[in-house]
Nanobody, 112 residues
């Protein structure tokens, strides 16, 4: 059974940093691209970042380029999202994704 478990969200001031983690199980993690999405209140879910199975192909939403970094540790079946220079508009529930599978989400709130 596929499981994606996110952690690392919380409340942070503008300009601060957070690192999200997604622990994956139940499928051959090393063979698949992984993604982070987010959904803010009243908005559609949007792709934030994607990393391919080998970690060499990475894509970011324009809104997070230069501030967020996606990475993966295939030995730990874990994908990360390092978020720096956070802005209030980054406030959302962040979800880990592969194919049609989603984690439960972790709340990120950027506020002073």
């Amino acid at each position: 059974q596929v499981q994606l478990v996110e952690s690392g969200g919380g409340l942070v001031q503008p300009g601060g940093s957070l690192r999200l983690s997604c622990a994956a199980s139940g499928f051959p993690f090393t063979l698949y691209s992984m993604s982070w999405y987010r959904q803010a209140p009243g908005k559609e879910r949007e792709l934030v970042a994607l990393i391919n199975s080998g970690g060499r192909i990475i894509r970011y939403a324009d809104s997070v380029k230069g501030r967020f970094t996606i990475s993966r540790d295939n030995a730990k079946n874990t994908v990360y999202l390092q978020m720096n220079s956070l802005k209030p508009e980054d406030t959302a529930v962040y979800y880990c994704n592969f194919l049609s599978n989603w984690g439960q989400g972790t709340q990120v709130t950027v506020s002073s």
